[in-house]
């Protein structure tokens, strides 16, 4: 987008486009949120209907034993211990009503008849819960799970019924078990009672749910009334024993009923382990389904079990996504339009300023001559008249800079100039004066007889090396300002070459401060060799070395040393002092930049070493910083790239 035309026109449909779609996901979102809601809503409204159904199954076998507890016939059979005659009946009330157990007991539990072969009876039924509670001449009714024995004692066919293995199901919960031999069972148990009110016995029955359609079915056809989609069926119902489909009206991918398959692993984390009801999408042996799960408890209150009912989550998938295609259908359509109306609008402001476009450019070319003619009242007319008040404004100002400009040009040359002659003529004969000091100093003259002598002629020393090295500073900053310093790399033991010419140099100024200076990493940085400008290489080291002398601590330490990094090396001078504030270690590098303070002023400098450490690091492809912990020490660091 190189024109300004392109841009208007891309930010407008940016904002369009990021509107619509902004509105269009809000409003998808908020639809689809809408929609699986109301799902939800429906599957658990579904869920208390199923529950009635369940319900209703248990209180009619309840209803079908305390009628029978109650018939003359029943009373008079159990008090006249008449066992054949009350096995008929109960047997022919058991068939009549489709129950799948009915078996009576005498007053301390023990089975006087069953009503499937093979009859067996002698048997304590004493601790059954609900049986302990009907000899208590409680009503009572729950779903409970009947284990293998004692569905063998009612008869075998009950086994066989209940009997499951289990069906490798996807997203279900490891369980070690591979078969289930229990069954599940609505059950009842009513009191019998004679004319005084006394326990003459119990009367208990149920109904095994273990592969018995009747609930599931019911539930479907009252509850989602046979609603199919796409061939699909669209509401299920199952009865699970723990999470096992023992009950069900899912089919697998065989068009079966899906008994034997098992619960999902989130559901069943929440269901049967926390106890609380799941109503979300939940993925049911092969399909997802909006789905409500609750536990079946038994008359202790214990989890055996749960009720399901879901509906097929594909029609309402579907539904949002017609939501959706309307919504970006819509959105796509307003774009079109907004498109060419913004066309022609980016059009009507680009047109003018394209003719400033072309001005600006004569002008960039030199040409101040060039005004524009545009005759518009709006804003951009009120630019064209401002652009042509500037050009005129501009061209008087260039004038006046361009001569302002040689003005400083011969400045800057009479400047460096100056320096370089300045220099050149000291450092002659500071150089000379130097040679007569050393010659005084080590008595070639002659002796040197008094203490104060020596000490007038060490401390002139001083001052001529502080005045050669500040020309030498200024000879270098010379050469840095004028484009002429050259870097000529060879390849160098950098300890030999450019750190022990500087440590013989400054070793009466270390001995005269009493500092000690520890090279560390000795074996390597002797050995050490790169590609740098010996001589400069050398000016660095001298800087920082001159550096740690000058503001490091009498007595103290000065660590000189050398890291090896992937792709450079790393060295560093450190001294203990006074160090550096955080807020200076980068204005220490800049030309003229001293330190403030009594002891900075009293030990004097120029404020060019580190100036021009930084820009001969630079010119060797490297970097250099200041590292600091103010009122202990200082280090400076640079790096030489290797290779």
Same mark, same amino acid.
């Given at each position: 987008?190189?024109?300004?035309?392109?841009?208007?026109?891309?930010?407008?449909?940016? +904002?369009?486009?990021?509107?619509?779609?902004?509105?269009?996901?809000?409003?998808?979102?908020?639809?689809?949120?809408? !929609?699986?809601?109301?799902?939800?809503?429906?599957?658990?409204?579904?869920?208390?209907?199923?529950?009635?159904?369940?319900?209703?199954?248990? =209180?009619?076998?309840?209803?079908?034993?305390?009628?029978?507890?109650? =018939?003359?016939?029943? /009373?008079?059979?159990?008090?006249?211990?008449?066992?054949?005659?009350?096995?008929?009946?109960?047997?022919?009330?058991?068939?009549?009503?489709?129950?799948?157990?009915?078996?009576?007991?005498?007053?301390?539990?023990?089975? !006087?008849?069953?009503?499937?072969?093979?009859?067996?009876?002698?048997?304590?039924? %004493?601790?059954?819960?609900?049986?302990? =509670?009907?000899?208590?001449?409680?009503?009572?009714?729950?779903?409970?799970?009947?284990?293998?024995?004692?569905?063998?004692?009612?008869?075998?066919?009950?086994?066989?019924?209940?009997?499951?293995?289990?069906?490798?199901?996807?997203?279900?919960?490891?369980?070690?078990?591979?078969?289930?031999?229990?069954?599940?069972?609505?059950?009842?148990?009513?009191?019998?009672?004679? !004319?005084?009110?006394?326990?003459?016995?119990?009367?208990?029955?149920?109904?095994?749910?273990?592969?018995?359609?009747? /609930?599931?079915?019911? /539930?479907?056809?009252? +509850?989602?009334?046979?609603?199919?989609?796409?061939?699909? $069926?669209?509401?299920?119902?199952?009865?699970?024993?723990?999470?096992?489909? /023992?009950?069900?009206?899912?089919?697998?991918?065989? %068009?079966?009923?899906? &008994?034997?398959?098992?619960?999902?692993?989130?559901?069943?984390?929440?269901?049967?382990?926390?106890?609380?009801?799941? &109503?979300?999408?939940?993925?049911?042996?092969?399909?997802?389904?909006?789905?409500?799960?609750?536990?079946?408890?038994?008359?202790?209150?214990?989890?055996?079990?749960?009720?399901?009912?879901?509906?097929?989550?594909?029609?309402?998938?579907?539904?949002?996504?017609?939501? +959706?295609?309307?919504?970006?259908?819509?959105?796509?359509?307003?774009?079109?339009?907004?498109?060419?109306?913004?066309?022609?609008?980016?059009?009507?402001?680009?047109?003018?300023?394209?003719?400033?476009?072309?001005?600006?450019?004569? @002008?960039?070319?030199?040409?101040?001559?060039?005004?524009?003619? !545009?005759?518009?009242?709006?804003?951009?007319?009120?630019?064209?008249?401002?652009?042509? =008040?500037?050009?005129?404004?501009?061209?008087?100002?260039? $004038?006046?800079?361009?001569?302002?400009?040689?003005?400083?040009?011969?400045?800057?040359?009479?400047?460096?100039?100056?320096?370089?002659?300045?220099?050149?003529?000291?450092?002659?004969?500071?150089?000379?004066?130097?040679?007569?000091?050393?010659?005084?100093?080590?008595?070639?003259?002659?002796?040197?007889?008094?203490?104060?002598?020596?000490?007038?002629?060490?401390?002139?020393?001083?001052?001529?090396?502080?005045?050669?090295?500040?020309?030498?500073?200024?000879?270098?900053?010379?050469?840095?300002?004028?484009?002429?310093?050259?870097?000529?790399?060879?390849? &160098?033991?950098?300890?030999?070459?450019?750190?022990?010419?500087?440590?013989?140099?400054?070793?009466?100024?270390?001995?005269?401060?009493?500092?000690?200076?520890? @090279?560390?990493?000795?074996?390597?940085?002797?050995?050490?060799?790169?590609?740098?400008?010996?001589?400069?290489?050398?000016?660095?080291?001298?800087?920082?070395?001159?550096?740690?002398?000058?503001?490091?601590?009498?007595?103290?330490?000065?660590?000189?040393?050398?890291?090896?990094?992937?792709?450079?090396?790393?060295?560093?001078?450190?001294?203990?002092?006074?160090?550096?504030?955080?807020?200076?270690?980068?204005?220490?590098? $800049?030309?003229?930049?001293?330190?403030?303070?009594?002891?900075?002023?009293?030990?004097?400098?120029?404020?060019?070493?580190?100036?021009?450490?930084?820009?001969?690091?630079?010119?060797?492809?490297?970097?250099?910083?200041?590292?600091?912990?103010?009122?202990?020490?200082?280090?400076?660091?640079?790096?030489?790239?290797?290779?």
């Amino acid at each position: 987008f190189r024109s300004l035309g392109s841009k208007l026109l891309f930010s407008f449909l940016l +904002v369009v486009l990021g509107g619509g779609l902004a509105s269009s996901l809000i409003g998808t979102r908020m639809v689809g949120n809408t !929609i699986m809601t109301e799902a939800q809503k429906k599957v658990r409204h579904d869920l208390d209907s199923a529950w009635l159904v369940y319900e209703e199954k248990l =209180r009619r076998i309840k209803d079908v034993l305390d009628l029978t507890a109650k =018939r003359d016939l029943v /009373i008079r059979c159990l008090k006249e211990g008449q066992v054949e005659s009350l096995r008929r009946e109960l047997e022919k009330i058991r068939l009549d009503y489709q129950l799948d157990i009915l078996t009576a007991t005498d007053q301390r539990g023990i089975v !006087i008849t069953r009503t499937r072969y093979p009859y067996q009876g002698g048997d304590f039924q %004493g601790n059954d819960e609900l049986v302990r =509670r009907a000899l208590q001449k409680e009503r009572v009714a729950s779903t409970e799970i009947i284990p293998q024995e004692e569905l063998a004692k009612e008869g075998p066919e009950l086994v066989r019924q209940a009997f499951l293995e289990f069906v490798p199901t996807p997203k279900a919960k490891e369980r070690p078990e591979t078969k289930e031999t229990s069954g599940m069972m609505l059950k009842a148990a009513v009191p019998i009672l004679d !004319i005084n009110g006394n326990v003459l016995g119990v009367l208990y029955g149920g109904t095994l749910l273990n592969r018995n359609y009747e /609930i599931v079915d019911k /539930i479907k056809e009252v +509850v989602f009334k046979g609603e199919r989609y796409k061939g699909k $069926e669209t509401g299920t119902a199952t009865i699970f024993q723990w999470d096992l489909r /023992i009950s069900t009206n899912v089919k697998d991918k065989n %068009g079966l009923r899906a &008994i034997g398959t098992r619960l999902a692993r989130d559901v069943y984390d929440q269901v049967l382990e926390n106890g609380r009801a799941w &109503i979300d999408r939940a993925f049911v042996v092969n399909d997802w389904y909006i789905a409500a799960y609750e536990p079946i408890r038994n008359l202790r209150n214990e989890i055996i079990g749960i009720l399901y009912v879901g509906t097929l989550e594909e029609p309402y998938a579907d539904l949002r996504q017609n939501v +959706v295609l309307s919504f970006f259908s819509v959105a796509g359509l307003g774009l079109v339009l907004v498109f060419f109306l913004v066309y022609f609008i980016t059009r009507s402001i680009t047109k003018p300023i394209g003719e400033l476009v072309k001005a600006t450019e004569g @002008i960039a070319g030199g040409d101040f001559s060039h005004e524009v003619t !545009i005759q518009s009242k709006d804003e951009v007319g009120q630019l064209a008249t401002s652009f042509n =008040r500037m050009v005129r404004t501009l061209k008087v100002t260039m $004038e006046e800079l361009h001569a302002v400009n040689q003005k400083l040009q011969d400045l800057n040359r009479h400047y460096l100039e100056m320096v370089s002659f300045i220099t050149h003529e000291l450092n002659q004969p500071l150089g000379v004066l130097k040679g007569f000091l050393i010659l005084l100093r080590d008595e070639a003259l002659g002796p040197l007889k008094e203490a104060k002598q020596r000490q007038a002629v060490a401390t002139m020393l001083r001052n001529v090396n502080s005045l050669i090295n500040m020309v030498q500073k200024y000879l270098q900053l010379g050469k840095i300002e004028s484009g002429r310093l050259e870097v000529n790399k060879v390849r &160098i033991p950098v300890f030999a070459e450019a750190l022990q010419p500087i440590l013989e140099d400054e070793k009466q100024q270390l001995d005269a401060r009493q500092m000690q200076v520890i @090279i560390e990493n000795e074996e390597i940085f002797r050995n050490l060799e790169v590609e740098a400008d010996p001589i400069l290489l050398r000016i660095v080291f001298s800087n920082l070395i001159g550096n740690a002398l000058k503001y490091g601590v009498e007595k103290g330490k000065i660590w000189v040393g050398v890291k090896e990094e992937p792709k450079e090396f790393v060295f560093y001078v450190k001294n203990e002092g006074r160090g550096i504030p955080a807020d200076k270690l980068q204005k220490v590098f $800049e030309k003229f930049t001293r330190l403030e303070g009594e002891l900075e002023r009293r030990r004097g400098g120029t404020g060019l070493g580190l100036f021009n450490a930084k820009e001969i690091i630079e010119r060797h492809g490297g970097r250099i910083w200041a590292e600091s912990e103010e009122g202990k020490w200082a280090n400076f660091l640079f790096t030489i790239p290797k290779g």
